[in-house]
T-cell receptor, first 111, second 114 residues
Framework: QKEVEQNSGPLSVPEGAIASLNCTYS??????FFWYRQYSGKSPELIMS????GDKEDGRFTAQLNKASQYVSLLIRDSQPSDSATYLC???????????FGKGTTLSVSS | DAGVTQSPTHLIKTRGQQVTLRCSPK?????VSWYQQALGQGPQFIFQ???????QRGNFPDRFSGHQFPNYSSELNVNALLLGDSALYLC?????????????FGPGTRLTVT
């Protein structure tokens, strides 16, 4: 059974701080990784995709991938109250069809 | 540019009934995947449709079936509803053959089985 693990949180950070969200996965052959943000009562929104080892930056978001350690992370710089949500880590299966999700980490940013 | 759309938004059904959920993919996308999200859990893959065929199926019983139409829209059917089928049903669209494997979700259908 392929698994994706995340700390459920809640992760609480003050406004303006860096939030660090982590994810590990079990399938060593995985090649595609995604972070989704989900506000309460809403559907997941894609915020980052990463396919190669290293860092990928998009605005205040940085995704980090280490395939050797089977580890993906998401950094949110200058955190805002509007970033308060559940962040879902997803790994694409080797067939390139199904996303396998973690249970999500709840982030709370206090003003 | 219209995103992924789903209907209906909410649905209440009784145990044993059947339900049909609908999804239209994002413009330019030809592949539709369905996911079930229970409260407090991440989405779970039900199946994916491409070229009107079921390409892959997750660990869901045969009560869950689907269809894709020539215009790429899709339906999810669930027969003999159980209380445990109560969940948020999400449709995700993507494009097969491109360099990106990104899947974009619709707003979801909240199904309550009583």
């Amino acid at each position: 059974q392929k698994e994706v693990e995340q700390n459920s949180g809640p992760l609480s950070v003050p406004e303006g701080a860096i939030a660090s969200l982590n994810c590990t996965y079990s399938d060593r052959g995985s090649q595609s990784f995604f972070w989704y943000r989900q506000y309460s009562g809403k559907s997941p929104e894609l915020i980052m995709s990463i396919y190669s080892n290293g860092d990928k930056e998009d605005g205040r978001f940085t995704a980090q991938l280490n395939k050797a350690s089977q580890y993906v992370s998401l950094l949110i710089r200058d955190s805002q109250p509007s970033d308060s949500a559940t962040y879902l880590c997803a790994v694409l299966n080797q067939a390139g069809t199904a996303l396998i999700f973690g249970k999500g980490t709840t982030l709370s940013v206090s003003s | 540019d219209a995103g992924v759309t789903q209907s209906p938004t909410h649905l209440i059904k009784t145990r044993g009934q059947q339900v049909t959920l609908r999804c239209s993919p994002k413009s330019g996308h030809d592949t539709v995947s369905w996911y079930q999200q229970a409260l407090g859990q991440g989405p779970q893959f039900i199946f994916q449709y491409y070229e009107e065929e079921e390409r892959q199926r997750g660990n869901f019983p045969d009560r869950f079936s689907g269809h894709q139409f020539p215009n790429y829209s899709s339906e999810l059917n669930v027969n003999a509803l159980l209380l445990g089928d109560s969940a948020l049903y999400l449709c995700a669209s993507s494009r097969t053959g491109g360099w990106s494997y990104e899947q974009y979700f619709g707003p979801g259908t909240r199904l309550t089985v009583t």
